[in-house]
């Protein structure tokens, strides 16, 4: 299929009570130096003047697309903009974050030169708080689409816009309006199915605002937790290639299942059902009831720790010594309570014993030598003062 010399994109703006921030996206998007644009602006049942802002880009720019309806969510609203979508290419942005102006030109460029029909292009992010760059998140142009899948998939990079798609790959395919959260999560195996080809760009062109404030996700609470499990449940219906990938995914699942388990024991969100659906999943996995602790909480955290550098290939020395230090906690912890397994301690103790030459404190390198050389007084004073936090 050839590709077309000047396409459209649709720009998807899902949009509710955003009149403090919408001003700054819909401007960030106007001054693309690509001109082909259609900007959808989805108007999800705000009550605040986000009607009213929506209103008056729509009646000053023709490629401004106006669609009001009753509120529906997150999911609801990027459907409704799929629906008007006429563009070659989709882009989604949430519209308290802002892109950097070149954005499209770089990804349509990508896409026209590309020897492969793409089906998607990812781009890396800025994390900023109060106009201050707090982190980032990048893309390695040289990964190759195996990569792009299996990072999307089991490590990170799942957010819908941190990618532009080609228009095919939403040819029957929307998210599921059932979800109030990680929506992401839910519909990355369904894109990966339909990804033939994809490329990366190493350039960070999305500015994505960690600021605290109203928006279409919803605060945690177990039935949040509970809706995690869900989405990456949904994961495992789909072919996965190695062992590290399905474990991943059981372990991404039952963090998810736990959690629930654990708000709802004081929020009361879930029905007596969805208890007993979480409480089969984990007993499948092979944790009684009795198991269902903290402890093995933090031991499934740092299983996903391990299984990212596994999966991913690469760790820093940061993420080295934040996992090392969720080890020895963990297993400081498990010294006192005894609530994991041998096979699971033992497996803790030998990357605590093998990994060696960290730059860890003096409190983490004393009690790692406490571990080794098996020192009970120390591992359990650390392990009462991390089992204190746990509990909380």
């Given at each position: ?11 998807i ?7 403090k921030?919408?001003?700054r ?10 001109d ?56 989604f ?27 998607m ?11 201050r ?7 390695e ?9 299996t ?46 080809h ?8 999305y ?6 404030h ?27 290639s190695?062992?590290?990938e ?29 208890r ?11 944790y ?12 499934l ?22 996992n ?29 014993h ?34 204190k936090k746990?509990?909380?």
């Amino acid at each position: 299929m050839p590709i077309i010399n000047h396409p459209k994109v649709s720009l998807i703006l899902p949009i509710y009570n955003m009149e403090k921030f919408l001003e700054r996206c819909v401007d960030s998007i106007l001054a693309q130096t690509y001109d082909n644009l259609e900007i959808i602006l989805v108007n999800d049942g705000s009550k605040d003047r986000s009607d009213e802002i929506c209103k008056k880009y729509a009646s000053l720019d023709q490629g401004v697309i106006y669609v009001s309806q009753k509120n529906g969510g997150l999911c609801a609203a990027r459907n409704a903009g799929l629906d008007h979508a006429s563009g070659d290419y989709i882009i989604f942005i949430d519209p308290d974050d802002y892109v950097a102006t070149n954005l499209v030109s770089d990804v349509i460029q990508t896409f026209k030169n590309s020897d492969e029909k793409l089906d998607m292009v990812a781009y890396g992010v800025h994390i900023v708080k109060v106009d201050r760059e707090v982190g980032q998140i990048y893309w390695e142009k040289s990964l190759t689409t195996e990569q792009i899948l299996t990072r999307m998939l089991y490590v990170t990079g799942w957010e819908v816009w941190c990618k532009a798609y080609d228009r095919a790959i939403w040819e029957n395919l929307r998210f599921n309006d059932s979800m109030r959260s990680v929506e992401d999560v839910y519909i990355a195996a369904d894109i990966a199915s339909k990804v033939k080809h994809a490329k990366a760009l190493d350039g960070l062109y999305y500015y994505l605002d960690r600021q605290p404030h109203g928006s279409l996700t919803q605060t945690r609470n177990s039935y949040s937790y509970y809706e995690e499990y869900i989405a990456w449940h949904h994961h495992l219906d789909f072919p996965v290639s190695t062992p590290d990938e399905t474990s991943m995914l059981n372990v991404r699942t039952s963090i998810g299942a736990l959690r629930a388990l654990f708000k709802d024991d004081s929020d009361h969100k879930l029905s007596a059902g969805q208890r007993e659906e979480l409480l089969s999943f984990l007993n499948e996995q092979g944790y009684k009831k009795e198991q269902l602790t903290p402890v093995l909480l933090s031991y499934l955290f740092y299983r996903r720790a391990i299984l990212i550098k596994a999966i991913s290939g690469k760790a820093t020395t940061h993420d080295e010594v934040v996992n090392m230090k969720s080890a020895l906690k963990l297993y400081a912890v498990n010294s006192v309570e005894k609530q994991l397994s041998e096979d699971q301690e033992n497996e803790i103790y030998t990357y605590i014993h093998d990994t060696k030459n960290l730059p860890l404190k003096n409190i983490y390198k004393l009690l790692r030598l406490a571990i080794i050389h098996d020192n009970r007084l120390v591992k359990d004073i650390v392990g009462q003062l991390m089992m204190k936090k746990l509990s909380h």
